[in-house]
Every structure is written in C-alpha cells, then in structure tokens.
C-alpha cells in the first residue's frame, strides 16, 4: 500500500518570496460532519486563522462534496476539505486540483429505518436510499455496495431509488419515512442508530475493511503556486488540528460538537459523538492506493469514463 506522508512545502517556501503572496483572504471549504473534524476542530480552536495571521480566512459551509466542487470549479474556493470522490472527479475533469493532506478515514455507515424491513445489503431492492449528493463519496460507494449484491439504481434499470438529502436533515427524513435508507458520513449515522434505526452497513463493512479515505484537503493548483507560504501555514494548522483530535478526543468532541451547532442547530448527545468517533480515525497521510481503487468505482458507477492517474495530483 503506497501512502504518501503530509507534504513540506518548505523548499517552496525558502524560494519563494514575500511577494509572491497575492492573497488577502483563504477561502476554505469544508462540511458540517464528524469526518470533517480536522475543519471544524481548526475554526472552533481559531488554529487556522492563527496560522494565516493577518490573511483573512472566510470558511464556507457546504452540503456535499458535489456542491463544494462546483464552487470550486468556479474558482471560489482555494482550499478545501472534501470527499475523495469529488475530489477525484476534479482532478480528472481538468480542474487546477492538488491532494494536500488526508483529514478522516472510514465514518460512513449504512442505516435502515427501524421499520423498513431490512436486513442486509439485497434487501434494499425497491428501496430509497439517501445520500448525501448525486456523485458525491456516499453515493459511489453505495453504488459499487448495490453492485456487488447485484442490485441496480433506478436510472441504470434497477429498483434502488437513491436520493439526495443532505446529512444532517436525514433525521428529519427518517422520521417522515421519506427514505428507508442512508449511507451517511458520521456523526449523522450515530445520531439516527441513537433513535433505534439499523446499521447493517459498518465503516469497515461499506468497503476496503474501513481502510479507505473518507476526506482529503484539497487546493486551487494556481493558488497554492502564488502561495506557497500560506499554504505552508494552512497545512501545519490542519496538521496541528489532527494531532489535537488523537491526543484530546473529549476536547475535540466538544469542539465539534459546538460548530456542528452553528452550522445546523443541532447539538448531539456526547455518547453520540463518541460512537460515531469510535468509527472514524484521523490522519493527514494519503493513501494512493485506496484513491486510485477509488477512481475505478468512480468509472463503475458511471460518474467518469476511465480514472486518472492521480499520481501528478499530489501536492509533494
């Protein structure tokens, strides 16, 4: 397995010169779930900003890495934390996309409501499945799980319906019976097992025995090229913000527990949290080989027409 450690950018940095340094603000994107944690653990600790100094950081919230990446591709993101399979979809749609660092691995299970009658993976035929978003991470892992049972989407001449609903209101959508399923990024899986609903798919079951990059920090290539320094500081914040969570989880479960309510209005029970953080691990390293497998389910569930080597894509 080929894992490449969080990226120096200090060369760089010592040939680069102050004036190389255009920008004012950052402009961060990242998402309000557990498998973000670096993120939101940086905003609530003030880590980031720390580290950017007099740069401003402007921090954006988004619902899934398809929305996040749209934005992105219109150049209104420098760097962000994001699922690997929009990610991926960016590098080979041509965008100016560099891997930074790995951020989570696992946290994503599969839930069925308490009613829903199922059990395993070939019950979900004729059932609405959410997902975060259409092509996000979720929805292609989902796909290639519906594949190895021999199951297919509606789209694709199956019974699956899988729908997009954002994390954190599948609650909601739970409650109302709109959906007898999700595969959903932690800590929304936790909150819902909470209410009595099932997991039939763990963080180790969904793929790879939970060995697989869930998010990575991504930056604009030319960004990151007339930045270097900051990109630099982002990066020792982000690593700063990791290691914060491994040495301090009950701090750091406190600290996300306070952004998620900013972000949402919803404040978890801390056994939540911990469950939920039970089924997640944090890393910066990147793992090559599970992106590039990754790359090839992106092709399987028909979101690319081949993967690309994502190799020049990381950010040394």
Do not use: C
């Not at 450690?5 to 309000?32: S, Y």
């Not at 962000?80 to 891997?99: D, S």
């Amino acid at each position: 397995m080929t894992r490449f450690t969080l990226p120096t950018l200090l060369t760089l940095t010592l040939l680069t010169t102050a004036a190389a340094q255009d920008a004012q603000t950052v402009r961060l994107g990242f998402f309000p779930n557990l498998t973000h944690a670096p993120a939101l653990v940086g905003l609530e600790r003030g880590t980031f900003q720390k580290a950017l100094g007099k740069v401003k950081l402007d921090a954006r919230e988004f619902v899934s890495g398809t929305t996040l990446t749209e934005a992105f591709a219109a150049g209104q993101i420098d760097i962000a934390y994001v699922g690997p399979g929009p990610a991926i979809n960016a590098a080979g749609r041509g965008m100016p996309v560099q891997f930074l660092a790995g951020a989570s691995e696992a946290g994503a299970v599969l839930v069925v409501r308490k009613d829903s009658g199922i059990k395993s993976y070939k019950d979900l035929g004729g059932k609405i499945v959410a997902v975060p978003s259409l092509g996000n991470t979720q929805d292609i892992s989902l796909r290639h799980i519906l594949n190895e049972n021999n199951l297919k989407p509606k789209a694709d001449g199956g019974t699956v319906t899988i729908t997009p609903i954002a994390p954190a209101d599948v609650l909601a959508a739970f409650a109302a019976k709109r959906v007898d399923a999700t595969l959903v990024p932690e800590p929304w899986g936790a909150a819902l097992e909470a209410q009595g609903h099932k997991v039939i798919g763990s963080e180790k079951t969904v793929w790879r025995d939970g060995k697989y990059p869930t998010t990575v920090v991504i930056v604009n290539a030319k960004f990151a090229q007339a930045n270097p320094q900051l990109v630099a500081a982002f990066l020792k914040a982000h690593t700063d913000a990791v290691a914060f969570i491994n040495k301090s989880p009950v701090a750091a479960q406190t600290a996300v527990n306070n952004q998620l309510l900013k972000a949402t209005g919803t404040k978890l029970d801390p056994r939540v949290l911990q469950r939920a953080f039970a089924r997640t691990r944090f890393t910066t390293n990147l793992d090559l080989a599970a992106l590039t497998e990754y790359a090839k389910l992106n092709v399987e569930a028909g979101y690319a027409r081949s993967a690309p080597d994502l190799a020049p894509f990381i950010r040394k």
